[in-house]
């Protein structure tokens, strides 16, 4: 007797054991996995909003000192190296790090005058193109 029971303890899982484990697996995951990545969408517009509304705060600090925004042609490179015609006023940089591209890897759009504002910062979101709607829609100071 001690023989069959030294074997029955040293068996293992069956077939239909891990069968079991994996379904259950599949169906957590199969829950847990949507929520998760709708979470992710959700962080990267709002660190989008974030990286715009630190930018603006920036462009007003170079107003405040120059005297005027940026130019569409400066962009937002003229917060992080001296404009050859205002070198004298300007007082930067107005940025700790240079300015890096979107969440999604797409470069923020500046433009001066904006659509609504003296100046408009744009985000064009996960796809890259105007329009859109959810993690795809525009992101703008304005």
Do not use: C
């Not at 069959?4 to 199969?30: D, K, M, Q, Y």
């Not at 630190?54 to 005297?67: E, P, Q, S």
């Not at 007082?91 to 504002?117: A, Q």
Request: aromatic share 10%; glycine share 12%; charged share 25%.
């Amino acid at each position: 007797m001690r023989g069959f029971e030294n074997r029955a303890s040293e068996r293992g899982f069956t077939l239909l054991e891990l069968l079991v484990v994996v379904l259950i697996i599949g169906l957590l995951a199969s829950y847990v996995g949507p929520k998760y990545f709708s979470q992710v969408s959700k962080s990267e517009v709002t660190t989008a909003k974030a990286q715009i509304e630190a930018y603006a705060k920036a462009v007003d600090n170079f107003r405040l000192d120059v005297g005027r925004f940026p130019t569409t042609e400066e962009g937002l490179a003229a917060l992080m190296t001296r404009p050859a015609t205002d070198g004298d006023k300007w007082n930067g940089p107005y940025l700790r790090k240079d300015v890096i591209p979107d969440p999604w890897g797409h470069p923020y759009l500046y433009r001066s005058p904006g659509e609504k504002g003296e100046f408009a910062i744009t985000s064009y979101g996960r796809d890259g193109q105007p329009g859109g709607s959810g993690p795809d829609a525009d992101i703008s100071n304005e």
